[in-house]
């Protein structure tokens, strides 16, 4: 979703590889985001149009409160998601993927289809697939351009 012209663009966190293991840019990609639900978490704001607390515990997956409450703040804390006040319901908040977030697109496609490639039961849609290997370009750009609407955009 845009940020609103009233609402002050906040700096992101720092986030660099100065307080982990190496300066290795798999492990720092595995210490941000090196567990399941991590992952699961940006997907459902990414594809499945989830932006509240509880639309991710509906989850088929599962989630603990307590384990979801973790994740969204660590992403929060490297700048990947940020979160504000829902104005249709002052004590719900709406978490949202920043700039950094949203550069994470061609990764979680990536994934998909290497998902959908070695996985014969996989859940993704077959026309999601093909729009990955025909145009990943320009499936990128519809996704984002939804994701900017607030719509469920993904498989």
Known sequence: MPRSPDRPKRRPPRHDSAQ????????FVAETFGDKWTLLVIRDLMFKGKRHFGEFRASEEAIASNI???????LE??????????????????????????????VMLEITAWSAKHDARTNTPKP??????????????????????GQKVGP
């Open 77 to 106: 804390a490297c700048g990947v998601v940020e979160k504000r006040p829902d104005p249709a319901h002052r004590s719900k908040l709406i978490y949202e993927l920043t700039q950094k977030g949203r550069d994470l697109m061609p």
């Open 128 to 149: 999601f697939l093909t729009a990955i290997k025909r145009d990943r370009e320009g499936l990128m750009k519809g996704l984002l351009a939804a994701l900017d609407a």
């Open 20 to 27: 982990l293991r190496s300066n290795c840019p798999i492990n």
């Open 68 to 74: 979801l409450a973790d994740r969204l703040q660590r």
